[in-house]
Every structure is written in structure tokens, then in C-alpha cells.
């Protein structure tokens, strides 16, 4: 079974600051790992996706994530915030194999001030 | 990726009426999943629906309260049912177009106020 923990519900940065969200994962085999952005009264947009390979991941609008199995970890960064960047942001599993099932975390909010 | 077209965008029901969510692909896919967003919550999957079988639903998600229809590979409904205003929440579908690898498709969802 697979199951996501992000840790704080809200993180708050000021516009050219650097952005961190943190997620763990748990998982009983190897994992997909995904973050996606909700931004108000829309649904949701993949903003990149650990499969296989290279641990550190690109996404679009400058965000990137690095896979760490040692410590079950797929935090999303981006070095500098922009006021555009203030959304809902979700970490996801699914498992490599077998029934492929999108496990959501309970999401954090970013807000971007001036 | 695929595009997925969802409709209502939003509604508001009155209590005891149900509400039937339609979900177009433009592509073929093998599974298609209906998931949950209470207000200020994450997603919950509500069930994964395949191409010619009964929708396989999630713990706590019964038929009766939500039977969902996939007549072919581009095409699904939710039906909300007996509405209380529980139900109040946004309703997401979902694909898989190539396998888990290449990631899920969401569409925009419908906003549903019961009343």
C-alpha cells in the first residue's frame, strides 16, 4: 500500500524567495512519484513526475524535485517564487507495477507575497 | 497527453436530486477514475471505472450513491444521488494514458453546491 505525508498545510514565501514543499512517501514497491498544482476554481496540472532514472526531476514553470529513497522523500523546489507561483500544491504515489492507483497527500498551500 | 472534457462545470442541486458528471476523452483509455475534493481536502478516489465491468469502488463509496456508467473507451459518468449538502465538493476525472509512467490526466472538474 502506498500512502503521501506532506508536511505543513500552508507555506508562506515572499516573491523571489526560494520555495520548498516537503513530501514523504511510503510505499511496499517501487514507487511513481508525482506533484501536481491546483490553482484556484481549476483542476489539476502535472507539474513533473519521478519514474525511473535520473532522481532529480525538471518541471514546467521552474519547479523540480528530487527523488531520495534513503530517506522516502520527493520534496519540490524552485529557486525563486513568483507571485503567479500562490496555488495548491499536491504530492502523489502510485506503484510501479500492478493496480495503479493515485494515492493524493492532503496538499499544502503556497502563498507568494510581495 | 490526453484532453479531457468535462461537464457541468458547476451546479447547484437542491437536496434529494441527483446529478449526472460526464467525462469525454479525446483518446481511447483502458481505465478512467472519479475522484473526490471536499472543500478544503484532497483528493479521494471514489472509484476506477473499466470499459465493459462493473465500477470498482473505494472503501467507503457505494453504487447506489454514486453509480458510474463507461459505455466505451472515451466516455464515463458519475451520478451523485439522493444529494445532501455532504456532497457538496468538487468531482474530478481522471486517465491514464499510456501507463502510470507517463502520468495521470485530470480534468477541470465540476463544483457541485447542494442546497
Known amino acids: 500500500a502506498q500512502s503521501v505525508t506532506q508536511l505543513g498545510s500552508h507555506v508562506s514565501v515572499s516573491e523571489g524567495a526560494l520555495v520548498l514543499l516537503r513530501c514523504n512517501y511510503s510505499s511496499s514497491v517501487p514507487p511513481y512519484l508525482f506533484w501536481y498544482v491546483q490553482y484556484p476554481n481549476q483542476g489539476l496540472q502535472l507539474l513533473l513526475k519521478?519514474?525511473?532514472?535520473?532522481?532529480l526531476v525538471k518541471g514546467i514553470n521552474g519547479f523540480e524535485a528530487e527523488f531520495k529513497k534513503s530517506e522516502t522523500s520527493f520534496h519540490l523546489t524552485k529557486p525563486s517564487a513568483h507571485m503567479s507561483d500562490a496555488a495548491e500544491y499536491f504530492c502523489a504515489v502510485s506503484a510501479l507495477t500492478g493496480f495503479q492507483k493515485l494515492v493524493f497527500g492532503t496538499g499544502t498551500r503556497l502563498l507568494v507575497s510581495p | 497527453s490526453a484532453v479531457i472534457s468535462q461537464k457541468p462545470s458547476r451546479d447547484i442541486c437542491q437536496r434529494g436530486t441527483s446529478l449526472t458528471i460526464q467525462c469525454q476523452v479525446d483518446s481511447q483509455v483502458t481505465m478512467m477514475f472519479w475522484y473526490r475534493q471536499q472543500p478544503g481536502q484532497s483528493l479521494t478516489l471514489i472509484a476506477t471505472a473499466n470499459q465493459g465491468s462493473e465500477a470498482t469502488y473505494e472503501s467507503g463509496f457505494v453504487i447506489d450513491k454514486f453509480p458510474i456508467s463507461r459505455p466505451n473507451l472515451t466516455f464515463s459518468t458519475l451520478t451523485v444521488s439522493n444529494m445532501s449538502p455532504e456532497d457538496s465538493s468538487i468531482y474530478l476525472c481522471?486517465?491514464?494514458?499510456?501507463?502510470?509512467?507517463?502520468?495521470?490526466?485530470f480534468g477541470s472538474g465540476t463544483r457541485l453546491t447542494v442546497v
Open positions: 519521478y519514474t525511473t532514472g535520473a532522481t
Open positions: 481522471s486517465v491514464l494514458p499510456g501507463g502510470a509512467n507517463y502520468g495521470y490526466t
